[in-house]
């Protein structure tokens, strides 16, 4: 299975981070390697002192597809998650100052928190699902779906294009604003709604 990113899918924290608000969903790719085990803490990695935050609404993709229209993206998944796309900013920011890939920023081992799944027919509406994570009891980031620049259907739609999608294949629909550097003894809680879908300890 592979994790599908999409970056830059909320305009504050196109803004927070200064990039320019792009003409297409940004994509990026981590292995399964990159999944951080069930109850195992997250242990900031020796390369990097800047790793940060990135709370997201995860969709499981249950069927294959390739070029998938948008009024069929529905179809494609049945369960809504949260996780944390972990990024080493200091070196991410190396990469692009010199036009490199992000991976070694993005996708290193344990970069990727896969919270618990909650059945898509939970929601009233996919495109209007509140979330938010807590560093140390206190909300740091906050977001509802309907903020995203590409909504879920049109996420699959795009990505679909280019990447046959699989059974089990997970997608990360982008970040909020209030991304922040984790520290040793922090614990991160992710909810959506009122429902505590995942916590980690930093090492």
């Known amino acids: 299975m592979k994790l599908i990113c999409i970056g830059r899918n909320y305009t504050e924290h196109i803004a927070e981070l200064e990039n320019e608000k792009p003409k297409d969903p940004v994509v ?15 242990f900031i990695p020796d390369f990097s002192n800047d790793v940060h935050h990135e709370v997201e609404i995860l969709v499981k993709i249950n069927r294959l597809g390739k070029h ?26 190396d990469l692009k100052a010199k036009g490199l890939p992000w991976e070694k920023a993005k996708a290193f081992d344990g970069a990727a928190v896969i ?7 939970k929601f009233a509406d996919v495109n209007s699902i509140t979330f ?29 294009k280019y990447f046959t999608l699989k059974i089990g294949d997970i997608i990360f629909t982008g970040t909020p604003a209030g991304v922040s550097k984790v520290e040793p003894n922090d614990t991160l809680k992710g909810y959506i709604e009122d429902h505590e879908m995942f916590s980690i300890k930093i090492k």
């Open 132 to 160: 938010s994570l807590k560093k140390n009891d206190k909300i740091v980031q906050n977001g509802n779906t309907s903020l995203m620049l590409w909504k879920i259907d049109e996420i699959i739609e795009y990505v679909s």
């Open 115 to 121: 919270g618990d799944w909650l059945p898509k027919k």
């Open 68 to 93: 998938i229209d948008k009024q069929f993206a529905h179809k494609y998944y049945d369960e809504i998650g949260l996780g944390i796309d972990f990024t080493a900013r200091d070196l991410q920011g």
């Open 28 to 42: 990026f790719l981590k292995p399964d390697t990159a999944i951080l085990l069930k109850k195992q803490p997250f």
